[in-house]
T-cell receptor
Framework: DVKVTQSSRYLVKRTGEKVFLECVQD?????MFWYRQDPGLGLRLIYF???????EKGDIPEGYSVSREKKERFSLILESASTNQTSMYLC?????????????FGDGTRLSIL | AQKVTQAQTEISVVEKEDVTLDCVYE???????LFWYKQPPSGELVFLIR??????QNEISGRYSWNFQKSTSSFNFTITASQVVDSAVYFC????????????FGQGTRLTINP
């Protein structure tokens, strides 16, 4: 079974802090994703990576950056956390270059910015 | 542009009832894949099914079944004899462009099964 592990289920940080959310997958998947999920707004893609050191902006990249130094790990960075970044963050991974492989998700991180 | 519409925001039924979750999509692609995911209260999205646009046969897996109709651009999901454990948010999704890994998700349908 594919395992996508997010480093924290719950996280509380303060405004202005630099926040790191970590995601690790154990299935040698090429693609990794970061989403945020807010009530009424559904799932929104923040960043996508299709290979080590490669990334693409998603729908809402402002205020975020990512790092993929190793194939199995994809980090989301909030450069200077703000209260409007309080949300549920979901990491996912998928295999290959085509559009028919399903994405596999982690348990999510509920991030609160105070 | 690709679009997925799940018009039912919330559905509430009593245990053992059958329930159908609707998914209507728009795509310019001639071949494509459709997905359903389940998000239980614990938070993780769980992959349920992938369907190729070439294959219009209905799919059944235990109490779950999927009805894909290309003529109406719909990919509906039915739970037969619902159980409390089926309570979750269900998402339908479609690749943003043909062959792409990035998905377009519907807004989700929150299903509550009452005992």
């Amino acid at each position: 079974d594919v395992k996508v592990t997010q480093s924290s289920r719950y996280l509380v940080k303060r405004t202005g802090e630099k926040v790191f959310l970590e995601c690790v997958q154990d299935m040698d998947h090429e693609n990794m994703f970061w989403y945020r999920q807010d009530p009424g707004l559904g799932l929104r893609l923040i960043y996508f990576s299709y290979d080590v050191k490669m990334k693409e902006k998603g729908d809402i990249p402002e205020g975020y950056s990512v790092s993929r130094e190793k194939k199995e790990r994809f980090s989301l960075i909030l450069e200077s956390a703000s209260t409007n970044q309080t949300s549920m963050y979901l990491c996912a991974s998928s295999l290959g270059r085509s559009g028919y492989q399903p994405q596999h998700f982690g348990d999510g991180t509920r991030l609160s910015i105070l | 542009a690709q679009k997925v519409t799940q018009a039912q925001t919330e559905i509430s039924v009593v245990e053992k009832e059958d329930v159908t979750l609707d998914c209507v999509y728009e795509t310019r692609d001639t071949t494509y894949y459709l997905f359903w995911y389940k998000q239980p209260p614990s938070g993780e999205l769980v992959f349920l099914i992938r369907r190729n646009s070439f294959d219009e046969q209905n799919e059944i897996s235990g109490r779950y079944s999927w009805n894909f109709q290309k003529s109406t651009s719909s990919f509906n999901f039915t739970i037969t004899a619902s159980q409390v454990v089926d309570s979750a948010v269900y998402f339908c999704a479609l690749p943003r462009i043909q062959g792409a890994q990035k998905l377009v998700f519907g807004q989700g349908t929150r299903l509550t099964i009452n005992p």
